[in-house]
């Protein structure tokens, strides 16, 4: 993502209930020079940005922070190759697990981590507000294509 990506990207969190609420100065974090340990990728079609994703390494874990895919490209891959993008780069800074939080009532997002290969390793109850809602945690180990 470059900074003159963040108007797109902040319309398509937006514009999905289901994405984090985050002001410009949060994804300014992620632009921030030498911010190597945050990054945010974009899927960019014609010079249109259909995706994002925005993780960040937390010692040895990379936390998938927020996922989004416009309505109207969705079920074509891209959300799986922005995973796939976070996930090269986590491994490349040495990480061995990818984990999340994700809204119980988050059918779709729940069978997209689960057909990426995360499974759920726990819950918090009433974690999440506007509807109150159980987090769901999920998690995957990070295998470099070498151990494959
Ligand atoms: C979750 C999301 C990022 C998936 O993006 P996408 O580009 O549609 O996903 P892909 O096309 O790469 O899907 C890969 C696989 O994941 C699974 N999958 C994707 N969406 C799914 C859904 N709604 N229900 C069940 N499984 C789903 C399928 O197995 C799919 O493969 P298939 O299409 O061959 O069946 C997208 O639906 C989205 O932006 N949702 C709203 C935002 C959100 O909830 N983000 C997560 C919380 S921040």
């Not at 974090?29 to 993780?55: C, M, N, S, Y």
Request: hydrophobic share 40%; proline share 4%; glycine share 12%.
């Amino acid at each position: 993502m470059s900074p003159l990506d963040l108007d797109a990207v902040m319309r398509l969190a937006n514009a999905e209930s289901a994405a984090p609420r985050w002001g410009p100065a949060m994804y300014e974090t992620f632009l921030a020079p030498g911010g190597h340990r945050k990054q945010i990728f974009v899927a960019e079609e014609d010079g249109r940005i259909l995706g994002f994703i925005a993780g960040q390494i937390i010692l040895d874990v990379c936390e998938l922070d927020s996922i989004v895919v416009d309505s109207g490209a969705r079920r074509r891959g891209v959300g799986r190759a922005l995973l796939a993008t976070l996930c090269g780069w986590a491994r490349a800074g040495c990480v061995t697990r990818a984990q999340l939080e994700v809204r119980g009532g988050n059918n779709g997002a729940i069978g997209f981590y689960r057909s990426s290969g995360f499974v759920q390793d726990g819950q918090r109850p009433g974690y999440y507000r506007n509807p109150d809602e159980d987090a769901v945690l999920m998690s995957m180990a990070l295998v470099s294509s070498q151990e494959k």
